[in-house]
């Protein structure tokens, strides 16, 4: 459950916590953060919403936006979002808005920022794809109706701030993923690093990544987390065998086959999140035990739960 902080007219916490979605009284507020992230030739990163989200589905955004949750200052809730949403980890500790403008429900922080992406992992419940766009191709975006519906004013200021320069910031990258380069698409082939948690990429130089190859984490012991990308097709066999620190995994709607041992020796692994609805699992081809060397575990669906 999502808690806002409340604000008054002065942008001073009032003290008061409300529920996501409870209509604010005259005289209250909340923080929203906007983060365009523009690359070195000058277009913005923007992203598709799902079709299931309830505000704009199916409309293109800015590259992240979100309201800052309870506790959150706005750099905080920046930061956040942008890796929820993207995968992108920048660190926003000396990053500052460079405007803020003011809303009939709050204040809107927007974080203006150059930055290679390099890898990009996209948050199954809220994106559904990225592109970088010129100005001109927003603008015409919004003129169809394919855009979140700001003022194209907006979307020229944004892009002039860019041009006048604005921070120019490195991304984390999870380092000690290795890919096989398979023509058009990458399959990821082992791991070489030691972070706890791996973010595994939905494109690498440019080229999806779509399978997670045999063994390509077996017998990382030390692996607590691993995020799978939007786009991801194939997880190979034994891909996560022997991961026996791995407690949680969300299993991508874009997912195919899953093959045998997948996840053998995996003893702490209880629950599986599944981003699409049950009927489309079964669709998923498993060969014969893919689950074999599980403990007892919960596959959460979008509809309903199927256990073991």
Request: aromatic residues 10%.
């Amino acid at each position: 459950m999502e808690y806002w902080d409340i604000y008054d007219s002065r942008r001073r916490k009032t003290g008061k916590t409300v529920q996501r979605g409870t209509p604010l009284l005259p005289g209250e507020y909340h923080l929203v953060v906007h983060i365009c992230l523009f690359g070195s030739d000058g277009r913005m990163l923007i992203q598709r919403r799902q079709p299931f989200k309830a505000g704009f589905p199916g409309l293109w955004d800015l590259s992240a936006t979100g309201s800052a949750v309870a506790g959150e200052d706005s750099a905080q809730a920046a930061q956040r979002e942008l890796s929820e949403e993207l995968g992108v980890r920048i660190d926003f500790a000396d990053i500052r808005p460079y405007i803020t403008f003011y809303r009939e429900y709050g204040f809107v922080d927007v974080y203006v920022l150059t930055a290679d992406p390099g890898v990009l992992c996209l948050q199954e419940e809220e994106v559904i794809e990225v592109r970088f766009a010129t100005e001109e191709e927003i603008c015409a975006l919004i003129d169809a109706g394919d855009f979140v519906p700001f003022e194209r004013a907006y979307i020229s200021l944004l892009f002039s701030m860019c041009r006048r320069g604005n921070a120019t910031v490195t991304v984390a990258q999870t380092p000690g993923i290795l890919y096989c380069d398979e023509g058009d698409v990458l399959t990821v082939t082992g791991f070489s690093g030691s972070d706890k948690t791996v973010v595994i990429p939905s494109f690498f130089d440019g080229k999806p990544v779509r399978t997670i190859g045999e063994g390509a984490f077996a017998g990382c012991t030390d692996l607590c987390g691993v995020f799978l990308p939007h786009g991801l097709q194939v997880i190979g066999k034994r891909a996560f065998a022997g991961c026996t620190g791995l407690r949680s995994l969300i299993l991508p709607g874009t997912l195919e086959h899953i093959g045998e041992s997948a996840f053998s020796g995996c003893c702490a692994l209880t629950e599986f999140r599944y981003a699409a609805v049950a009927a489309r699992w079964e669709t998923v081809r498993k060969e014969s035990g893919w689950d074999e060397g599980l403990p007892m575990y919960l596959l959460v669906c979008r509809d309903r739960s199927i256990g073991k």
